[in-house]
């Protein structure tokens, strides 16, 4: 709707419906899977936002962001790493596989939860790629890009801990 005083006009609507197990509605402990299954998409797109700027540094620093390069403006780093919209291209991706783990979470929690951090891991692996096959292969771009895939890698172990995280 317009956002100016007085004026109510509509320029888009949207509506979209998901149909829900309802055995979510009788059982605590399915919610609480579902929960951590959000906040598992949720940390590791925390990761790939924070690999991305690790990445956007790098590209944009002197000599690919090692500690004793130029440090590139945070304002212009946060301009590349916007554009590259990577965090889009992770939720766009995962939407289909969360309506799947969703519906698996009623049969078999454990297995589905598994199931979906790989799918987290593969989903923010593809985003990540997708991004970075852009920047070239100059020196520069390819030291940013192992820098950035260190972070990830390792900040996605940590958010998507194998077997010890999962409920």
Request: proline residues 4%.
């Amino acid at each position: 709707m317009s956002s100016k005083p007085g004026q109510a006009q509509i320029y888009f609507y949207r509506s979209e419906r998901w149909p829900l197990p309802l055995l979510y509605l009788q059982d605590r402990q399915l919610v609480g899977s579902l929960k951590r299954a959000i906040r598992m998409a949720e940390d590791a797109a925390g990761q790939l936002r924070r690999a991305a700027w690790f990445l956007a540094s790098g590209f944009l620093s002197s000599d690919g962001g090692s500690e004793s390069g130029r440090v590139p403006d945070r304002k212009d780093v946060e301009r590349l790493q916007s554009g590259w919209r990577i965090e889009e291209r992770f939720w766009a991706e995962l939407e289909t596989h969360f309506r799947v783990a969703m519906e698996a979470l009623v049969t078999d929690r454990e297995r589905a939860l598994s199931q979906w951090r790989d799918t987290l891991q593969r989903t923010a692996w593809s985003a990540y790629d997708s991004v970075e096959q852009n920047l070239g292969a100059t020196p520069k771009a390819l030291k940013a890009s192992v820098r950035a895939r260190d972070h990830l890698a390792a900040g996605l172990a940590m958010a998507l801990p194998a077997g010890g995280g999962l409920p």
